[in-house]
């Protein structure tokens, strides 16, 4: 079965700091990786995929992540920091097993950024 | 390409009431997900359907639940004799899936459900 950790309930970074959100998976085949945010009172906004290829992926607002397979993880990753990136983000993966197209996802990163 | 949309954006309820929830998706979206998101958890995937088609509910999906597209572009999805349990958000999300692509979803605002 499939299956997604965020190890971190709650990740504090100062303005300006790079940023790290961590995420592993647990798949039988090969995954395919997402990363969603979260806005209050918003739904979901898709960041950036990982399907194949390319082990960094760049995303929407200047989020990148990195595929690593020997340690089947998948860390949303910043460089610089901004107070508007806080809210909760999720990481999600699919098996590329599976037939149907469901995506489980984890439960959730909260972000501060703090100015 | 307005955005997929959920009417209403909050419900609350009296148990044992029965709600119904509608979701408008991407326009050309073939493919439409129900999730449902309940505090301190990420969303749950509950049903999905490929045009009017639903291909797959999950077994969170009581027979107390039932969901609709009917002719292949907004759905509903309807809970009758609402529990307190049943309170969450929940959330839509469409797709349009090509042979052999994979997918990327896009959600809803979501409904958030109170039941008294």
């Known amino acids: 079965a499939q299956s997604v950790a965020q190890p971190e309930d709650q990740v504090n970074v100062a303005e300006g700091n790079p940023l790290t959100v961590k995420c592993t998976y647990s798949?039988?085949?090969?995954?395919?990786l997402f990363w969603y945010v979260q806005y209050p009172n918003r739904g979901l906004q898709f960041l950036l995929k990982y399907i194949t290829g390319d082990n960094l992926v760049k995303g929407s607002y200047g989020f990148e992540a990195e595929f690593n397979k020997s340690q089947t993880s998948f860390h949303l990753k910043k460089p610089s920091a901004l107070v508007s990136d806080s809210a909760l983000y999720f990481c999600?993966?699919?098996?590329?097993?599976?037939?149907?197209?469901?995506?489980?996802f984890g439960k959730g990163t909260r972000l501060h950024i703090l100015p | 390409d307005t955005g997929v949309s959920q009417d209403p954006r909050h419900k609350i309820t009296k148990r044992g009431q029965n709600v119904t929830f509608r979701c408008d998706p991407i326009?050309?979206?073939?493919?439409l997900y129900w999730y449902r998101q309940t505090l301190g958890q990420g969303p749950e995937f509950l049903t999905y359907?490929?045009?009017?088609?639903?291909?797959?509910k999950s077994r969170l999906l009581s027979d107390r639940f039932s969901a609709e597209r009917p002719k292949g572009s907004f759905s509903t999805l309807e809970i009758q004799r609402t529990e307190q349990g049943d309170s969450a958000m929940y959330l839509c999300?469409?797709?349009?899936?090509?042979?052999?692509?994979?997918?990327?979803?896009?959600f809803g605002p979501g409904t958030r459900l109170t039941v008294l």
């Open positions: 999300a469409s797709s349009r899936k090509l042979a052999g692509d994979l997918d990327t979803q896009y």
């Open positions: 326009s050309e979206h073939n493919r």
């Open positions: 359907f490929q045009n009017e088609a639903q291909l797959e």
């Open positions: 999600a993966v699919r098996d590329i097993m599976n037939r149907d197209d469901k995506i489980i």
């Open positions: 798949v039988s085949g090969n995954p395919y």
